[in-house]
């Protein structure tokens, strides 16, 4: 089974500096992983996913993450944060239902706050 | 309209009503979801249909009941909620393959429920 953890629960930056939001995965075998964000009042947008075809992986609106086997980790990054940044971030790993559709399993996720 | 949309957008309903919820998915897409948000707790998923069978209904009580007519639509009917129902409901869908990992869910923007 896949599982992951979210290390903080808040991270506050300044509009400008880097944003780091970091998701340390467990897995028996190489897992899928999928950073979605929240904006208050929304549904959920795919920043960007991981399927071993790449290490890096680029997202949307400047963000990326790099999944990292040996230190088991996924984080996302981002060289400059934006106000419009401000959101809930998941790391969520994905699974295979065996009658079809697939299972993504979501944790508390990351709070991140961007000010002035 | 594109994407997946849901309705209503806000819902205020009492423990005596019955009403339902509405997902619709413009993608093309052969599986559909319903998750619950509730304040402060992970996103549980609910119910998920596959070539619109349903193949997961993750212990869910019996006042929620899905309806899935196509691979279009998704209904979440409602009756006899409790307070504690009242929750933001994501819809969500993807289009699965055998052995499909790294597939990506869109979600709704979701129906806001109170239940008083």
């Known amino acids: 089974a896949q599982s992951v953890t979210q290390l903080d629960s808040h991270v506050s930056v300044s509009e400008g500096t880097p944003v780091l939001l970091r998701c340390n995965y467990s897995?028996?075998?190489?897992?899928?992983l999928f950073w979605y964000v929240q904006h208050p009042n929304k549904g959920l947008q795919l920043l960007l996913k991981?399927?071993?075809?790449?290490?890096l992986v680029k997202g949307i609106n400047g963000f990326e993450a790099e999944f990292k086997k040996s230190e088991t980790s996924f984080h996302l990054t981002k060289p400059s944060a934006h106000m419009s940044d401000a959101a809930e971030y998941f790391c969520?790993?994905?699974?295979?239902?065996?009658?079809?559709?697939?299972?993504?399993?979501f944790g508390t996720g990351t709070q991140l706050k961007v000010e002035l | 309209e594109t994407g997946v949309t849901q309705t209503p957008r806000h819902l205020v309903m009492g423990m005596t009503n019955k009403k339902s919820l509405k997902c619709e998915q413009h993608?093309?897409?052969?599986?559909m979801y319903w998750y619950k948000q509730s304040a402060k707790k992970p996103l549980e998923l609910m119910f998920v249909?596959?070539?619109?069978?349903?193949?997961e209904n993750n212990s869910v009580p019996s006042r929620f009941s899905p309806e899935c007519p196509n691979s279009s639509h998704l209904f979440l009917h409602l009756h006899t909620l409790q307070p504690e129902d009242s929750a933001l409901y994501l819809c969500?869908?993807?289009?699965?393959?055998?052995?499909?990992?790294?597939?990506?869910?869109?979600f709704g923007p979701g129906t806001r429920l109170t239940v008083l």
């Open positions: 969500a869908s993807s289009q699965d393959r055998p052995q499909g990992l790294g597939v990506t869910q869109y």
């Open positions: 897995s028996s075998y190489s897992p899928s």
């Open positions: 991981y399927t071993s075809a790449a290490t």
């Open positions: 969520v790993p994905q699974g295979i239902l065996t009658g079809g559709g697939n299972k993504l399993t």
């Open positions: 993608l093309g897409h052969n599986a």
């Open positions: 249909y596959s070539l619109e069978e349903r193949v």
